[in-house]
């Protein structure tokens, strides 16, 4: 744990200048608001109904597939690690993961396939 | 661990933090000149000497302008947003090796904030957490503008993530190793006589990979989807005031010279020159320190070159659309990085580990 110490000491440095850019953002800058400066700005048109509305499902499927790609693709980096020290020991890793990737690669063609990404 | 260590550390962190917050008043002249320079027009000048004293100005400027919150907004997640960017943007650095050792009372000291073992996950998991200070800042804006600048910025920045790290992992494979630290060290030498002994010629689909997911992941031009400011104002920033404005500025200068010092130490030998080894040198200029002023200098010349890259980039190519961007993420990148892995992998398994 000891290699994360610094991290540590950045991390407080980190936070002192967002603190220090927080006081003087509050300190120095004037403050007259009226009511058309505090309003939304929408290209100067007045605003239809507020920015809570529903959006694009398409949005969240990102999301659900970047949580399963990232997922799989982390699942490469110990193997990755491992991999060159393995070497002398036969082909055995090799064919594990080209198995694993062939199952990730299912599920991409299934998602072009679906077209899930609106990609065409 | 005696206490004139941890003041020592407790330095040398600071020092390497500020000096990467420095990169963002300097790119702010270089960017503006850059531009300017691309488009053959004088660019601002008339601050201080060849208009070096722009960003002063410009600092100053920020400050002193009116702070407005707007009425509509979630307050706390409005003032929250800059900062989860800013953070993670500074947490980065403290992988980044800029060196080798120095030596400061007989003892040595790595120049580098802390020599992890996890190096590039940690790299790649604290990197993604600027996604939330974006989307809580677009959301809690209240606007539509910055609504659909924060979406479209967390799904672009997603969707690359995985290019970027299927990437970084051919790089783990061919390197052995999690640790930025030695995998600049594996780079030292020549290859086949003549080259660089780099990682680029180990990895050269991976770096284009990485280097393509690096502008994404910075939300620099060909990709600045969420910010588009002919069709979003601002993106999600359009409500914030100046000061804000800057913090976000400030974190995305950050990314992109963290990037840039990933790209130099997975790809380009880190701190070491091309084709001579460090023992030669230290040879040659008899001091460590010397050595380690030189290893810095070289670092810095290579991470300058990567920034001209980006500038030089942002002002030349146009935008993608936003389907062409995504289409690029998953139809062509991510493929491509599952090739590179096959491919490193099949070249190790029959040439053997070279």
Same mark, same amino acid.
């Given at each position: 744990m000891e290699a994360f110490l610094p991290v540590g000491f950045l991390f407080i440095f980190a936070l002192l200048l967002c603190i220090g850019l927080f006081t003087v953002k509050r300190l120095l800058g004037p403050r007259n608001p009226i009511a058309s400066k505090l309003s939304v700005y929408e290209c100067g048109v007045a605003p239809e109904g507020n920015a809570r509305a529903p959006f694009k499902t398409h949005f969240y499927l990102i999301a659900v597939l970047f949580l399963l790609f990232d997922v799989e693709a982390a699942f490469f980096f110990p193997w990755a690690l491992v991999y060159k020290e393995s070497l002398?020991?036969?082909?055995a890793l090799l064919i594990a993961m080209l198995v694993y990737m062939g199952f990730l690669v299912l599920g991409l063609v299934y998602i072009f396939r679906k077209d899930c990404l609106r990609l065409n | 661990m005696e206490w004139t260590d941890l003041i020592v550390i407790a330095v040398k962190t600071a020092i390497i933090y500020l000096g990467m917050v420095q990169v963002v008043p300097i790119m702010l002249i270089v960017e503006r000149r850059g531009a300017a320079f691309i488009q053959d027009r004088p660019g601002p000048?008339?601050?201080g000497p060849f208009g070096l004293f722009q960003p002063i100005a410009d600092v100053i400027k920020m400050m002193m302008k009116e702070v407005i919150s707007p009425r509509?907004?979630?307050k706390a997640l409005y003032l929250l947003g800059p900062f989860l960017v800013l953070l993670p943007a500074s947490l980065?650095? &403290? &992988? $980044? /090796?800029?060196?080798d050792f120095f030596t400061l009372f007989d003892k040595s000291y790595m120049i580098q904030i802390a020599n992890l073992d996890v190096g590039i996950l940690y790299v790649l998991a604290i990197g993604s957490l600027g996604i939330y200070g974006i989307l809580f800042g677009g959301w809690a804006s209240n606007n539509k503008f910055s609504l659909i600048g924060a979406m479209r910025a967390t799904s672009q920045i997603i969707s690359y993530e995985i290019p970027l790290g299927l990437a970084a992992c051919g790089a783990v494979l061919s390197y052995g190793s999690f640790s930025l630290r030695e995998m600049v060290m594996a780079q030292e030498g020549t290859l086949l006589g003549a $080259? /660089?002994?780099?990682?680029i010629f180990y990895q050269p689909l991976g770096f284009l990979l990485f280097f393509i997911a690096a502008f994404a992941e910075t939300n620099?031009? /060909?990709?600045?989807?969420?910010?588009?400011e002919a069709e979003l104002v601002a993106g999600f920033h359009t409500e914030y005031g100046p000061m804000d404005f800057g913090t976000f500025f400030m974190a995305e200068y950050m990314n992109m010279a963290t990037m840039s010092a990933l790209m130099v130490s997975i790809y380009f030998g880190g701190w070491h020159l091309p084709w001579i080894s460090d023992a030669t040198l230290l040879e040659g200029l008899g001091s460590r320190n010397l050595l380690a002023l030189l290893q810095v200098l070289t670092v810095i010349v290579k991470i300058s070159f990567f920034m001209l890259v980006f500038v030089w980039v942002r002002w030349t190519i146009p935008r993608f659309r936003f389907d062409q961007l995504m289409r690029l993420a998953w139809k062509n990148l991510i493929p491509l990085g599952l090739i590179n892995l096959v491919i490193t992998a099949l070249i190790f398994y029959f040439k053997g580990a070279i």
């Open positions: 002398a020991q036969g082909p | 000048n008339r601050v509509q907004v979630n980065i650095v &403290a &992988a $980044l /090796p800029f060196g $080259l /660089p002994h780099w990682g620099r031009l /060909p990709f600045d989807l969420p910010e588009t």
